[in-house]
């Protein structure tokens, strides 16, 4: 291994490729694409590069500034804006975005006007409330904007969409995806077979779909969590035969003593709210890591066995070292398993280095 700096974020390509590749053909089989979501990665090339290899058929993000990021890398992929676009944005929106998800008309109308500009064709896919209350379209109004769209001059009408689990945490299930095919099924009935994107969801969507559950119409799921972390966001359990530790998270001790391990001194609030005194009579080896809330959620951070996390602040994370953990010291590496949390805040740490593995599997 060379040297790598802590704290760093070390990146398993072959395990990022063997559960991209997974998803890819056990959707495949079912008639559904699979786009890959750059989001907490910030469309980092490394990552990117691996999920095209492994057979993702294009890639989405929330925020065309990554999109952008990744044109800038030569990353040759079709790329989708999955949140709907700010006003202010619609030119580099249509400059940088080969499809965008929309609800607003007068956004879209904007993409349009700014397609124009650009002397070319915007797609669009027109996003459906089904319940979890994100975002989407009523279905009752979804052909009344299918019918406006369709009537903008530099905008292509080309599919429709839905999220759920995010907000409300609303599964997916065969009535809420049954209800957006029936929703294709009536708009090509309606204006002509002009659906040809029908994207179900995210990753919360895979449980349904690799249930054996009629998928209809359904032909794309847009997938970040699972591909990242090998994990259904549903019951945070693991999918069969994925890696969940492709991604891990190592930190560096910084201090290592024997403290009481309860506080002393009149109790106000401490930098991130109240703390409980636990009445805790025990001497205990208390180790800190240089690492803190800046670069990951505590919440999310798994450490490995004999580790307890006790508390963060900005900068300092601070664990409880049982007597059955391994040697530790001051300079001490300890690898830590993030959730999908945790794994956000750390991707977009600057102080959290990256480091990639891509030895070849034996
Ligand atoms: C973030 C996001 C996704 C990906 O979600 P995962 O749970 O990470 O798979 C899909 N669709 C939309 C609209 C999103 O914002």
């Not at 056990?26 to 008639?31: A, D, M, S, T």
């Not at 209809?216 to 969940?244: D, F, S, T």
């Not at 009149?266 to 180790?287: C, L, Y």
């Amino acid at each position: 291994m060379t040297c790598a700096p802590a704290p760093r974020l070390e990146i398993d390509l072959v395990k990022l490729s063997h559960n991209a590749g997974t998803l890819v053909s056990q959707l495949f089989e079912r008639g559904i694409s699979v786009t890959g979501v750059t989001k907490a990665t910030l469309g980092l090339p490394e990552i990117v590069n691996t999920w095209l290899q492994a057979g993702v058929s294009g890639l989405g993000d929330s925020r065309v500034e990554n999109i952008e990021a990744m044109r800038g890398s030569q990353i040759d992929a079709s790329m989708t804006l999955i949140r709907t676009p700010m006003l202010s944005q619609v030119e580099k929106v249509v400059a940088l975005a080969n499809i965008s998800f929309n609800t607003e008309m007068k956004v879209i109308r904007e993409l349009s006007n700014a397609a124009k500009k650009a002397n070319s064709i915007h797609k669009v896919v027109l996003m459906v409330e089904l319940g979890d209350l994100r975002e989407g379209i009523m279905p009752s109004l979804l052909k009344d904007s299918v019918r406006e769209v369709c009537g903008l001059s530099n905008i292509s009408f080309v599919g429709i969409g839905a999220n759920l689990a995010c907000r409300s945490g609303v599964s997916p299930d065969q009535r809420n995806m049954g209800e957006l095919s029936a929703l294709a099924n009536s708009i090509d009935s309606d204006f002509g077979p002009i659906v040809e994107i029908v994207s179900g969801g995210n990753s919360a969507n895979l449980e349904w779909a690799l249930s054996g559950a009629d998928t209809g119409r359904i032909n794309n799921l847009r997938l970040g969590e699972a591909l990242l972390l090998g994990c259904e966001p549903l019951h945070r359990k693991a999918i069969k035969g994925l890696y969940i530790d492709a991604i891990s998270l190592v930190g560096e001790v910084i201090e290592l003593k024997e403290k009481p391990a309860q506080s002393w001194g009149k109790v106000g609030q401490a930098a991130f709210g109240e703390v409980k005194s636990h009445g805790d009579q025990r001497t205990i080896t208390q180790a800190i890591f240089a690492l803190g809330r800046q670069d990951i959620d505590p919440d999310g951070l798994i450490p490995p066995p004999g580790l307890k996390i006790l508390a963060a602040s900005s900068d300092h994370l601070i664990v409880e070292v049982e007597d059955y953990f391994e040697e530790i010291k001051v300079g001490s590496e300890v690898c830590f398993q993030l959730n999908y949390s945790a794994l956000l805040r750390a991707m977009t740490s600057p102080f959290i280095a990256k480091k990639f593995k891509t030895y070849k599997k034996d």
